[in-house]
């Protein structure tokens, strides 16, 4: 098990949510926020059809008129974990995930306005920086005071663990021979290796963390405007969003009915910005297939979007009735 090699799926670049956002000042363009998948998602799928029911005298079975099918239903659950993503996706920036479609004058300034609000890489002036900053400063170094003066520390606490307890709430360091206890004898015992010290949560990885977190309050609020409108001007709509999941489920344009936020108790919170550690986002995702009202046809950037029926599966090339997408995964 030790050599065992571990292929990366890439799931966020396979597997993720798009925001289509209408541009107000431009009716064609789009403002596209892509919220990936970072653990395994659960969907769920459901399709209704559409039946008259008639019942003739005399004869011991109905007869059914199609009334057509409701559109597809797609529950979508997946789990935003903090401490998951700083480990492992420590290079996450806002602009990897919003792009902007459309007319290519002046797209870096319509992409700062949409931006502005979150702006993920000014780290130290973002939501979560100033909000630790301001925990650690002032009720944190007060509290990690008490603790270190209170029976449990005197009694318990090693030279090495007051160091490293000190340096993470920005105490300065006093006479700490009173927490030399006998647990220093097992680490002056010769024949035991001494633990190298820990540095914890030096200002390089507050900011990283403190960024991470920036996207993950930056991704809650996208799921949040998924179901309203534009304000100013309340003819643009709620954004269309894309479903990809692999090969499955391919670019699949649908509209948000209902979302839910929980968060896993058992995970805890961060206690610099009180952000809990695990979210769990569900979505009600309704298929709208609409195009420009015509035949279905998977190399038009237009009429993928149009309505397929089972012609698609038996007769088209794709043998699917999905938009699908340029990439292969």
Not at 61 to 89: C, E, K, Q
Not at 129 to 154: I, M, P, R
Not at 228 to 239: A, L, Q, T
């Amino acid at each position: 098990m030790g050599n065992r090699h571990l292929v990366d799926r890439k799931l966020p670049e396979r597997a993720k949510l798009m925001f289509y956002f209408p541009v107000p000042t431009k009716g064609s363009d789009y403002y596209v926020v892509e919220l990936p998948f970072f653990e395994n998602v659960s969907i769920k799928e459901t399709k209704k059809a559409r039946y008259q029911k008639y019942s003739l005298i005399s004869r011991s079975s109905n007869l059914h008129s199609y009334l057509g099918a409701d559109s597809r239903t797609l529950n979508v659950s997946f789990n935003m974990t903090m401490p998951h993503i700083v480990d492992l996706h420590p290079g996450l920036t806002l602009e990897k995930y919003i792009n902007y479609q459309g007319d290519k004058d002046n797209v870096d300034a319509e992409r700062e306005k949409f931006k502005k609000p979150y702006k993920g890489d000014s780290s130290t002036k973002g939501m979560a920086f100033q909000l630790g900053t301001n925990y650690t400063k002032t009720l944190a170094t007060e509290s990690a005071k008490q603790v270190l003066n209170s029976d449990w520390a005197l009694q318990g606490m090693t030279s090495q663990e007051h160091a490293e307890f000190s340096q993470s709430y920005g105490i300065v360091p006093t006479n700490i021979s009173p927490f030399v206890t006998n647990r220093t004898v097992v680490e002056e015992d010769p024949t035991i290796v001494p633990i190298k010290p820990i540095v914890i949560d030096d200002n390089q990885q507050k900011q990283l963390k403190y960024r991470i977190i920036d996207l993950i309050i930056y991704w809650t609020n996208i799921v949040r405007s998924s179901v309203v409108n534009y304000s100013k001007n309340p003819i643009y709509g709620p954004p269309i969003i894309r479903l990809r999941h692999g090969i499955l489920y391919q670019d699949i344009p649908c509209i948000c009915t209902s979302y839910s936020i929980d968060y896993n108790e058992a995970a805890g919170y961060d206690m610099d910005t009180l952000l809990p550690r695990q979210l769990k986002i569900n979505l009600k995702l309704e298929e709208i297939r609409t195009g420009d009202f015509g035949e279905f046809d998977t190399t038009s950037i237009i009429k993928k979007d149009n309505l397929a029926g089972w012609e698609a599966v038996v007769l088209g090339d794709t043998h699917s009735m999905d938009p699908g997408y340029g990439g292969i995964f």
